[in-house]
């Protein structure tokens, strides 16, 4: 048991992190913004060393409920950055309404999107999926007196308490019809032959996990969602537990369903499905969008897509895929939010409205030129960084014999390029707007936009070599 | 040949001036570019000079192993040698064109017309399937710009369409890359070149190739992009999209499709002729009404490129060579066309054929100049236009006897067209007022015309300087087909030489050759 504890430093960290920033917010008062930060910046540094210090580790821990495994520590390292950007940028963005609990609560969802990326158990899964939730609700309606943002909060808080009702039906199932909520238990039980009780446990499971990623048809709530949460709590929801959510579902799928034999027929179309419902839905959908959030959400369905594609192919090659694909979308995401927060009108609100973006290039043209390179990038028009993932997950799927599924998914992508080069056309082209929009971002926002832009334009390739090997040894353990 | 790793330095150059542009006010922008681009037409002379003709099929040849997956490999055959050339001539030229005629945002402007260099370059001598993909699609984001930003009227329409349309095509071609990669193992395009694919797979493979190189060609019927992108493109983003984009379709055909998959190119055979066919006559017949003349001359664009396609898929020595020749003679004529129009374009601003008239009197040297790119276009003897035509038309009637037919009937009309615009353009009376205001071309302007017809005037009369570093790989490429080589119509049989008289000098003169 002490022997255990050693291992999940990461996790220990984190919880006593929360709990001093919680106490410090009780006693210290709301108004010392910088030492909550500063608490939850440390903490979840540490908790990346943590992580980093246990590489190479392959243990479970806690009888078998929680892995320690490079592919657990691979997604943590992604879902501790994206955090850590997410608190570091949030004070400027708050202003007076920010307050302790907000450094508590990213904390706390990280720490349950770490029990997601390594539960080896379906109670684990749950109760790290149901942390990382409730810690979300509350972020979403974080500005009390704005109603957006309460309303946000509201939606995601019904949606995800039905998403959890699924899940939590599906677990209910597959214990039943398995006998054991290990996932190694239900993969043998699996192995001999899937009865309809395991194949409704399959279905439901999958819904409620598809839900978190935001995959269609579980979609519904992730362009409301994204518009009215705060824009670095929707930057936080549109990194973090993405990677989350899509480093269980594969756990799920691989560990606990198995990459062969019949429970791989069962699950596979089922991800196929979703995959392509979510490149279409979220390539057509973002076309009409006139606000970025709501274009951005879009966006993230479609990339969903993408990564699904490689989840489908069912290979150590396919997660490798999905796992580099995780990365390089984090940073283009992070990089485009944190563009939408640098903008700002006249009267210093949040301009999220496209064609007000009108000839930015001219008044802001590095801005607009970071801009341009994540937007081609989530296109994934090469020679930008973003073209790698995706020719990952389409060899993937070709070498997994889904040659239908990856010409589908080329041939939407174009679709989606429309809206991508939509935004360029009216960032470079048009006329500059009337109004006025200055950038008032710091020095730290426009370094982290400046580095990802880099990172994404050429730069990313010679990180090739490294991503493999990274990805290969993430994948691995599961396989 | 020696250590300097040339065809890296000729990327990296513009490369770096790009960067250097986008911080500069305008007319320092404009001298770094041009700097930038004279150092690399001098560097790409430097590799035609140096290039062992008759040596190794791949010179040049730099490898890095950067990517881990795929590699930084870069080499040049005697084609994409000649091609880099064309681009690094091209490109000096270009940004002069644009010196006066861009006055807004002149910094981005010159860094895309740099990377747009780069891409070039490294599209021809890119030897890994996978950097010769990133380039090839990379051709996209400046392109969209340059179009966007600094064109006409409804440059967004034009920029979407031709972002969108030339997508589509290769993400195709991305699948069969993985599939080809999956297939033999490798991504390093000489070892693919000589790797038999299953036949059946070929079919495929081919037709996902087509699917992309077809619309960068373009061919009928996907072409409908290129009108709209040249006319609404400025006058030096048509020169470089008439002048060398559309060669890498046609580069696309030569390295990929012909030599990697010759089965499935001969089953093919008959659906290139038609579309070529069709193309030829088609487009042809368009460029006849036109009343713009940017639009005319890049239907122009689309008949020539239509006799390319037709002259690589007649499968013999002539025919290929003929379609090189074609596409360098296209490359420089079709260029100076563009910049013909642009000329009167900066003048009157606008692109209304029936608006001209008369140029002869009041712009002489310009009516000179604008006489010879015609006639080049034409294809008249002692012009590049010529050689190429009459080769590879020579080759396709080797091959098929309906499609030469019809190609040279796209000739005629070709002939048609062009001397009907050159009418009314240049001759006539001298009637409209703003007309005659017009001045005679600028130095600038003749800076610009004289390399330009002096290398229509070298390829039309000595081709061989440009035939010759290119036919080894011909001769390859012809042998590679040969097993797949449908039998042609034109039933040609070797000649049968008559024994020479054994003595007697009365016979001499006869049926000796």
Sequence with gaps: ?479 | MSGLPILSLMLAIPAVAAIFCLYLEARPARVVALAATLVDLALGIALWANFDIGGAQWQFVERADLFGRFQWALGVDGVAMMLIVLSTFLMPLCILASWESIKQRVGLYMAMFLIMEVIMIGVFAAQDLLLFYIFFEGVLIPMYLIIGIWGGQNRIYASFKFFLYTLLGSVLMLLAMIAMIREAGTTEIPLLMNYDFPPEMQTWLWLAFFASMAVKMPMWPVHTWLPDAHVQAPTAGSMILAGVLLKMGSYGFLRFMMPMFPDASAQFMWLVFALSMVAVVYTSLVALVQSDMKKLIAYSSVAHMAIVTAGLYAFNQQGIEGALIVMLSHGVVSAALFFCVGVIYDRLHTREISRYGGLAVNMPAYSLFFMLFTMASIGLPGTSGFVGEFLSLAGIYEASSWTAFVCTTGIILGAAYMLYLYRRIVFGELTKDDVKAMPDITPREWAIFVPLAAVALWMGVYPESFLAPMRGDVTTVVARLAPAKPEGDAGLTAGKPEAAAPHGEAHHAGGVQ
């Design chain 1, 1 to 479: 048991m002490t022997g255990d504890l050693a291992l999940i430093w990461p996790e220990l960290i984190l919880t006593i992190g929360g709990l001093v920033t919680l106490m410090l917010g009780a006693f210290a008062g709301d108004r010392r913004v910088g030492l909550y930060q500063l608490a939850a910046l440390l903490t979840l540094a540490a908790a990346a060393a943590a992580v980093v210090a246990l590489f190479g580790t392959d243990a479970s821990v806690f009888s078998g409920t929680l892995a320690v495994d490079g592919f657990g520590g691979f997604a943590k390292l992604i879902i501790y950055g994206a955090s850590l950007i997410c608190v570091a940028v949030a004070p400027r963005y708050f202003g007076e309404a920010m307050r302790a609990e907000y450094s508590a609560l990213i904390l706390f969802a990280a720490l349950g999107m770490g029990i997601m990326a390594s539960s080896r158990d379906l109670m684990t899964l749950y109760v790290g999926l149901e942390l990382n939730s409730l810690a979300s609700y509350v972020l979403a309606s974080f500005l009390r007196g704005d109603d957006r943002s309460s309303e946000a909060g509201l939606k995601y808080f019904v949606l995800g308490a039905l998403a959890s009702g699924i899940l939590l039906f599906g677990i209910s199932l597959l214990y039943g019809f398995s006998g054991t909520t290990d996932f190694a238990g239900v993969a043998t039980a699996m192995g001999s032959g899937i009865d309809i009780g395991l194949l409704f446990g399959i279905v439901f499971v999958i819904a409620g996990l598809a839900f978190k990623i935001s995959a269609v048809p579980f979609h519904m709530w992730t362009p409301d969602v994204y518009e009215g949460a705060p824009t670095p709590v929707t930057t936080f929801f549109a990194s973090a537990p993405k990677v989350a959510a899509m480093a269980l579902l594969t756990r799920v799928l691989i560990d606990a369903m198995g990459a062969s034999g019949p429970a791989l027929a069962a699950w596979q179309q089922i991800i196929i499905f979703l995959s392509l419902a979510s490149i279409i839905l979220g390539a057509v959908g973002a076309i009409g969008q006139k606000n970025i959030k709501r274009l951005l959400a879009y966006s993230s369905i479609n990339n969903v897509g993408f990564m699904l594609i490689g989840l489908a192919a069912g290979t150590q090659q396919g997660v490798e895929a999905v796992l580099t694909y995780l990365l390089v979308y984090v940073v283009t995401t992070i990089g485009a939010f944190l563009f939408v927060m640098q903008l700002r009108d006249a009267d210093g609100r949040m301009v999220e409205n496209i064609p007000a973006y009108a000839g930015l290039s001219k008044r802001q043209p590095g801005l607009a030129a970071a801009m341009a390179v994540f937007l081609f990038s989530l296109a994934a028009i090469p020679p930008l960084f973003g073209f790698w993932p995706k020719y990952l997950v389409f060899e993937a799927a070709v070498n997994a014999g889904l040659v239908p599924l990856a010409v589908a998914g080329v041939v939407v992508s174009v679709i989606g390029a429309f809206y991508y080069i939509a935004i360029v056309k009216t960032m470079f082209f048009d006329d500059e707007a009337e109004s006025a929009i200055r950038n008032d971002g710091t020095r730290l926002e426009g370094a982290v936009i400046a580095a990802s832009a880099l990172w994404l334009s050429l730069i990313g390739f010679l990180f090739i070599p490294m991503l493999a090997v990274a990805a290969q040894s993430a994948a691995s353990v599961l396989f």
